[in-house]
Protein backbone atom coordinates (compact mmCIF):
# COMPACT_ATOMS: atom_id res chain seq x y z
CA UNK A 1 0.00 0.00 0.00
CA UNK A 2 1.26 3.56 -1.09
CA UNK A 3 2.21 6.35 1.63
CA UNK A 4 -1.16 8.47 -0.04
CA UNK A 5 -3.38 4.84 0.71
CA UNK A 6 -2.22 4.33 3.90
CA UNK A 7 -3.03 8.11 4.81
CA UNK A 8 -6.26 7.19 3.75
CA UNK A 9 -7.06 4.62 5.45
CA UNK A 10 -6.37 6.21 8.77
CA UNK A 11 -8.34 9.00 8.09
CA UNK A 12 -11.15 7.20 7.43
CA UNK A 13 -10.48 5.38 11.06
CA UNK A 14 -10.27 8.42 12.68
CA UNK A 15 -13.88 9.87 10.83
CA UNK A 16 -15.34 6.66 11.96
CA UNK A 17 -14.11 6.95 15.43
CA UNK A 18 -15.07 10.53 15.96
CA UNK A 19 -18.82 9.84 14.72
CA UNK A 20 -19.08 7.11 16.83
CA UNK A 21 -18.00 9.21 20.23
CA UNK A 22 -20.01 12.05 19.14
CA UNK A 23 -23.29 9.73 18.87
CA UNK A 24 -22.39 8.07 22.09
CA UNK A 25 -21.82 11.73 23.42
CA UNK A 26 -25.12 12.56 22.01
CA UNK A 27 -26.79 9.61 23.37
CA UNK A 28 -25.30 10.28 26.81
CA UNK A 29 -26.23 13.59 26.49
CA UNK A 30 -30.38 12.61 25.50
CA UNK A 31 -30.50 10.62 28.42
CA UNK A 32 -29.21 13.34 30.61
CA UNK A 33 -31.82 15.93 29.19
CA UNK A 34 -34.37 12.86 29.98
CA UNK A 35 -33.31 12.57 33.20
CA UNK A 36 -33.42 15.87 34.25
CA UNK A 37 -36.94 15.99 32.80
CA UNK A 38 -38.15 13.00 34.87
CA UNK A 39 -36.76 14.68 37.71
CA UNK A 40 -38.19 18.19 37.45
CA UNK A 41 -39.44 19.11 41.13
CA UNK A 42 -42.95 18.62 41.29
CA UNK A 43 -44.95 19.57 43.83
CA UNK A 44 -48.08 17.17 46.04
CA UNK A 45 -51.84 18.09 46.47
CA UNK A 46 -54.36 16.64 48.53
CA UNK A 47 -58.27 17.52 48.16
CA UNK A 48 -60.40 17.12 51.32
CA UNK A 49 -63.93 17.07 50.68
CA UNK A 50 -67.11 15.59 52.17
CA UNK A 51 -69.32 14.72 48.98
CA UNK A 52 -72.30 14.43 51.08
CA UNK A 53 -74.76 17.10 50.43
CA UNK A 54 -76.29 19.59 48.28
CA UNK A 55 -76.42 18.17 44.56
CA UNK A 56 -74.88 21.42 43.28
CA UNK A 57 -71.64 20.99 45.33
CA UNK A 58 -71.71 17.38 45.11
CA UNK A 59 -71.61 17.52 41.45
CA UNK A 60 -68.91 20.31 41.62
CA UNK A 61 -66.35 17.77 43.92
CA UNK A 62 -66.55 14.86 41.45
CA UNK A 63 -65.95 17.31 38.53
CA UNK A 64 -62.62 18.80 39.97
CA UNK A 65 -61.52 15.47 41.29
CA UNK A 66 -61.56 14.09 37.38
CA UNK A 67 -60.15 18.10 36.05
CA UNK A 68 -57.33 18.12 38.54
CA UNK A 69 -55.95 14.65 38.37
CA UNK A 70 -56.10 15.26 33.91
CA UNK A 71 -54.32 18.64 34.82
CA UNK A 72 -51.63 16.87 36.82
CA UNK A 73 -48.80 15.02 34.58
CA UNK A 74 -48.30 17.77 32.12
CA UNK A 75 -47.91 20.08 34.34
CA UNK A 76 -45.74 18.08 36.87
CA UNK A 77 -47.74 17.99 39.92
CA UNK A 78 -49.68 14.77 41.73
CA UNK A 79 -53.53 15.06 43.38
CA UNK A 80 -55.06 12.81 45.61
CA UNK A 81 -58.61 13.38 47.05
CA UNK A 82 -60.02 11.75 50.15
CA UNK A 83 -63.29 12.09 52.37
CA UNK A 84 -61.03 11.31 55.51
CA UNK A 85 -60.59 14.63 57.27
CA UNK A 86 -58.33 12.47 59.91
CA UNK A 87 -55.69 12.70 57.71
CA UNK A 88 -55.40 16.17 58.52
CA UNK A 89 -52.50 15.71 60.92
CA UNK A 90 -48.99 17.05 60.73
CA UNK A 91 -47.93 13.80 59.50
CA UNK A 92 -49.95 13.48 56.37
CA UNK A 93 -49.92 16.98 55.69
CA UNK A 94 -46.05 16.90 55.54
CA UNK A 95 -45.96 15.43 52.73
CA UNK A 96 -48.23 17.68 50.63
CA UNK A 97 -47.21 20.99 49.47
CA UNK A 98 -51.35 22.28 48.57
CA UNK A 99 -53.93 21.43 50.54
CA UNK A 100 -57.41 21.70 49.08
CA UNK A 101 -60.69 21.77 50.61
CA UNK A 102 -63.56 21.34 47.97
CA UNK A 103 -66.79 21.27 49.39
CA UNK A 104 -65.91 22.01 53.06
CA UNK A 105 -63.75 22.85 56.01
CA UNK A 106 -62.63 20.58 58.87
CA UNK A 107 -64.82 20.28 62.15
CA UNK A 108 -62.66 18.76 64.51
CA UNK A 109 -60.15 20.56 67.04
CA UNK A 110 -57.44 18.50 66.12
CA UNK A 111 -57.83 18.34 62.54
CA UNK A 112 -58.26 22.08 62.52
CA UNK A 113 -55.04 23.06 64.90
CA UNK A 114 -53.00 20.41 62.32
CA UNK A 115 -54.33 22.86 59.07
CA UNK A 116 -53.24 25.77 60.96
CA UNK A 117 -49.87 24.82 62.12
CA UNK A 118 -49.51 23.40 58.25
CA UNK A 119 -50.25 27.01 56.60
CA UNK A 120 -48.31 28.75 59.61
CA UNK A 121 -45.20 26.78 58.38
CA UNK A 122 -45.57 27.49 54.72
CA UNK A 123 -47.79 25.14 53.31
CA UNK A 124 -50.35 26.03 50.29
CA UNK A 125 -53.70 26.11 50.28
CA UNK A 126 -56.85 26.34 47.87
CA UNK A 127 -60.24 26.25 48.79
CA UNK A 128 -63.80 26.66 47.01
CA UNK A 129 -67.05 27.95 47.45
CA UNK A 130 -68.51 26.03 50.73
CA UNK A 131 -65.17 25.93 52.49
CA UNK A 132 -65.63 29.51 53.53
CA UNK A 133 -69.28 29.33 54.32
CA UNK A 134 -69.99 29.79 57.87
CA UNK A 135 -73.60 31.26 59.74
CA UNK A 136 -74.69 31.27 63.12
CA UNK A 137 -76.96 29.45 63.78
CA UNK A 138 -76.92 27.01 61.13
CA UNK A 139 -75.22 23.35 60.41
CA UNK A 140 -72.06 25.24 59.66
CA UNK A 141 -71.92 27.85 62.52
CA UNK A 142 -68.80 30.57 62.35
CA UNK A 143 -67.51 29.05 65.98
CA UNK A 144 -63.46 29.09 64.02
CA UNK A 145 -62.50 32.76 64.79
CA UNK A 146 -58.75 32.34 63.30
CA UNK A 147 -60.27 30.23 59.89
CA UNK A 148 -62.54 32.71 59.22
CA UNK A 149 -61.54 36.09 59.88
CA UNK A 150 -57.95 35.70 60.10
CA UNK A 151 -57.23 33.33 57.43
CA UNK A 152 -60.09 33.98 54.98
CA UNK A 153 -60.46 37.24 56.40
CA UNK A 154 -64.13 37.16 54.96
CA UNK A 155 -66.15 36.59 58.26
CA UNK A 156 -69.33 34.85 57.74
CA UNK A 157 -71.57 33.98 55.05
CA UNK A 158 -74.55 36.69 54.83
CA UNK A 159 -76.39 35.87 51.20
CA UNK A 160 -76.54 34.91 47.84
CA UNK A 161 -77.77 34.83 44.37
CA UNK A 162 -80.01 32.13 43.02
CA UNK A 163 -80.24 30.69 40.84
CA UNK A 164 -76.79 29.83 39.08
CA UNK A 165 -76.08 32.42 37.00
CA UNK A 166 -72.62 33.79 35.17
CA UNK A 167 -71.02 37.25 35.71
CA UNK A 168 -68.19 39.46 33.93
CA UNK A 169 -65.77 38.88 36.36
CA UNK A 170 -63.50 42.34 36.79
CA UNK A 171 -59.03 41.75 36.95
CA UNK A 172 -58.55 43.87 40.39
CA UNK A 173 -55.13 43.02 39.95
CA UNK A 174 -53.17 42.20 37.07
CA UNK A 175 -49.53 41.63 38.68
CA UNK A 176 -50.57 38.57 40.25
CA UNK A 177 -49.33 35.25 38.44
CA UNK A 178 -52.60 33.65 38.98
CA UNK A 179 -54.20 36.41 36.97
CA UNK A 180 -51.24 37.70 34.71
CA UNK A 181 -52.97 35.65 31.69
CA UNK A 182 -56.61 37.10 32.15
CA UNK A 183 -58.54 39.65 30.42
CA UNK A 184 -59.42 42.72 32.23
CA UNK A 185 -63.01 41.03 32.16
CA UNK A 186 -64.38 37.91 30.98
CA UNK A 187 -67.42 35.68 31.53
CA UNK A 188 -67.24 33.30 34.41
CA UNK A 189 -69.22 30.00 34.34
CA UNK A 190 -72.56 30.05 36.49
CA UNK A 191 -72.30 30.19 39.94
CA UNK A 192 -74.12 30.70 43.30
CA UNK A 193 -72.44 33.78 44.46
CA UNK A 194 -72.01 34.61 48.26
CA UNK A 195 -71.72 38.09 49.98
CA UNK A 196 -69.97 38.06 53.53
CA UNK A 197 -70.08 40.31 56.77
CA UNK A 198 -66.63 41.46 56.31
CA UNK A 199 -65.74 44.24 53.94
CA UNK A 200 -62.33 42.69 52.25
CA UNK A 201 -61.23 46.04 50.81
CA UNK A 202 -60.58 47.42 55.01
CA UNK A 203 -58.12 44.50 55.74
CA UNK A 204 -54.33 44.86 54.83
CA UNK A 205 -53.23 41.39 54.83
CA UNK A 206 -56.06 40.68 51.78
CA UNK A 207 -54.94 41.33 48.29
CA UNK A 208 -58.27 40.31 46.22
CA UNK A 209 -57.61 39.62 43.00
CA UNK A 210 -61.27 39.50 40.97
CA UNK A 211 -64.78 40.42 41.97
CA UNK A 212 -67.63 40.96 40.10
CA UNK A 213 -68.33 43.65 37.48
CA UNK A 214 -71.17 46.29 37.97
CA UNK A 215 -72.14 45.41 34.08
CA UNK A 216 -72.93 42.16 35.42
CA UNK A 217 -76.15 43.39 37.29
CA UNK A 218 -78.67 42.33 37.84
CA UNK A 219 -77.12 39.51 38.89
CA UNK A 220 -79.48 35.79 39.75
CA UNK A 221 -82.79 35.20 38.91
CA UNK A 222 -84.61 34.89 41.85
CA UNK A 223 -87.50 34.26 42.17
CA UNK A 224 -86.96 36.15 45.76
CA UNK A 225 -85.94 39.82 45.53
CA UNK A 226 -82.91 39.40 47.72
CA UNK A 227 -81.38 36.65 45.47
CA UNK A 228 -81.20 39.47 42.94
CA UNK A 229 -78.58 41.88 43.19
CA UNK A 230 -78.32 45.48 41.63
CA UNK A 231 -75.47 47.02 42.96
CA UNK A 232 -72.32 46.08 45.42
CA UNK A 233 -68.97 45.38 45.59
CA UNK A 234 -68.38 41.49 45.74
CA UNK A 235 -65.17 40.10 45.63
CA UNK A 236 -65.22 36.59 44.68
CA UNK A 237 -61.28 35.24 44.52
CA UNK A 238 -58.79 36.46 46.94
CA UNK A 239 -55.24 35.77 48.69
CA UNK A 240 -53.88 36.96 52.23
CA UNK A 241 -50.57 37.69 52.16
CA UNK A 242 -50.04 36.20 55.27
CA UNK A 243 -50.38 32.95 53.86
CA UNK A 244 -49.39 31.06 50.76
CA UNK A 245 -53.94 30.61 50.28
CA UNK A 246 -56.16 31.30 47.53
CA UNK A 247 -59.87 30.80 48.01
CA UNK A 248 -62.09 30.99 45.26
CA UNK A 249 -66.40 31.74 45.88
CA UNK A 250 -67.04 29.21 42.43
CA UNK A 251 -67.98 25.89 43.21
CA UNK A 252 -72.18 25.55 42.72
CA UNK A 253 -73.18 23.89 40.11
CA UNK A 254 -76.60 24.39 38.19
CA UNK A 255 -78.57 21.58 39.68
CA UNK A 256 -82.06 20.63 38.08
CA UNK A 257 -83.72 20.48 41.57
CA UNK A 258 -87.16 21.95 40.25
CA UNK A 259 -88.30 19.08 38.47
CA UNK A 260 -86.56 16.51 40.87
CA UNK A 261 -84.31 15.10 38.02
CA UNK A 262 -80.68 16.36 39.56
CA UNK A 263 -79.51 16.83 36.15
CA UNK A 264 -76.32 18.83 35.82
CA UNK A 265 -77.45 21.89 33.85
CA UNK A 266 -73.84 23.89 34.17
CA UNK A 267 -70.30 22.84 35.30
CA UNK A 268 -67.28 25.03 36.65
CA UNK A 269 -64.85 23.76 34.77
CA UNK A 270 -64.18 24.36 30.68
CA UNK A 271 -64.61 27.65 30.97
CA UNK A 272 -61.47 29.47 29.05
CA UNK A 273 -60.24 32.10 31.08
CA UNK A 274 -61.81 30.34 34.54
CA UNK A 275 -59.32 27.61 34.34
CA UNK A 276 -56.42 29.24 33.61
CA UNK A 277 -57.18 31.67 36.89
CA UNK A 278 -57.65 28.27 38.33
CA UNK A 279 -54.66 26.25 37.38
CA UNK A 280 -52.34 29.19 37.22
CA UNK A 281 -53.07 30.14 40.60
CA UNK A 282 -52.19 26.06 41.62
CA UNK A 283 -49.29 26.12 40.55
CA UNK A 284 -48.16 29.21 41.68
CA UNK A 285 -49.09 28.09 45.35
CA UNK A 286 -47.19 25.18 44.52
CA UNK A 287 -43.81 26.52 43.23
CA UNK A 288 -44.17 28.85 45.63
CA UNK A 289 -44.68 26.04 48.59
CA UNK A 290 -41.38 23.99 46.82
CA UNK A 291 -39.31 26.89 47.50
CA UNK A 292 -40.32 27.55 51.14
CA UNK A 293 -37.47 26.88 54.01
CA UNK A 294 -37.56 23.95 56.13
CA UNK A 295 -38.87 24.25 59.79
Known sequence: MNRRSVAASRFVRLKNELVCAIGAFGIGLGCL????????????????????????????????????ANMAPEH??????????????DQVL????????LDARPE???QREAFQRYVERGGGWMGFHFAGFALTPSGVPQNWDWYHNEFLGSGSYVGNTWRPTSAVLRVEDADHPAT????PTFKSAPNEWYKWSNDLRTNSSIRILLSIDPSSYPLGTGPKPHEVWH????????????????????????????HKTNQELSFTFGNENQDKLILDS???????TLRRPEP
Open 33 to 68: CMGAQKALPGFKVIAFYTGRSDQAHISFVREANRWF
Open 76 to 89: HFSYTSTTNWADLT
Open 94 to 101: GQYQVVMF
Open 108 to 110: QPA
Open 180 to 183: RHLR
Open 231 to 258: AGYYPVVWTNKRYRMMYFNMGHNDIDCE
Open 282 to 288: LLWLGEQ
